[in-house]
């Protein structure tokens, strides 16, 4: 059975979700603060988590930001406040999504859903070719999905991983920001394609020679020439 965590304060709103959720064959767990929603996100294995912004004790961004430094798991984040989503997307703390509320059950269902199974695909993809890329002094690892540069690990996000991924496992190709954003994000994420420079700029920051080259008023392609 897949697991949802639900982290909200107010306990009617969670309680929908949950219920709608449950319905659907998803067992639910809600944690009614974010210390120990976040305590619990960590610790233990969800295929989702559903985070509020606003809750008594600490932000959701903080939680987003925190879970997503150790895990790549779903997290769809719950908003009151419209203005709150430029806040998400600008920051690029890692989320897959946002609704605001008041919603409607179904809909989050649906994205729900949809995220989950965005999210298995990619995996199941990743392990079916999950031969590693070696190429100069750069290696990637997708089973275990570490990357090392003259044999020292570099730590990315998620989704950095998943854009370097994609790129090196497509060489000399170029795409277009947006085509790269719909592939490594997904069609139906929130969101565009500044996404993707910003977290290009991060992977660059990372990894001391560049393998990725910007191809002007293109995209962006993964070199890879023979080796001498
Ligand atoms: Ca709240």
Redesign the pocket.
């Given at each position: 059975m897949r697991r949802i965590l639900i982290v909200?304060?107010?306990k009617n709103i969670a309680e929908i979700e949950r219920d709608y959720l449950e319905l659907d064959g998803f067992e639910v767990i809600i944690e009614n603060n974010g210390a120990t929603g976040m305590q619990r996100a960590l610790k233990e294995e969800f295929d989702l988590v559903i985070l509020?912004i606003?809750?008594p004790d600490m932000d959701g961004f903080e939680i987003c930001r925190a879970l997503r430094k150790e895990k790549d798991v779903p997290i769809l984040m719950v908003t009151?406040k419209v203005a709150s989503i430029d806040k998400v997307r600008g920051l690029g703390i890692g989320a897959d999504d946002y609704i605001v509320k008041p919603f409607d059950p179904a809909e989050l269902v649906a994205r729900v859903k949809a995220h989950i199974a965005r999210y298995e695909r990619i995996k199941g993809n990743t392990q079916e070719k999950g031969v590693d890329i070696e190429y100069r002094d750069l290696v990637i690892k997708p089973l275990s999905r570490r990357v090392f540069f003259k044999k020292e690990e570099v730590f990315l996000t998620a989704k950095e991983f998943d854009l370097l991924y994609f790129l090196a496992s497509n060489p000399n190709v170029v795409f277009r920001k947006e085509t790269i954003f719909d592939k490594v994000w997904g069609v139906d994420s929130f969101g565009d394609a500044g996404t993707v420079v910003v977290h290009l700029t991060h992977i660059r920051d990372k990894i001391p020679m560049d393998y990725i080259e910007t191809v002007r008023g293109v995209g962006y392609r993964f070199s890879m020439q023979p080796e001498q």
């Open positions: 909200e304060d107010e509020d606003m809750l009151a």
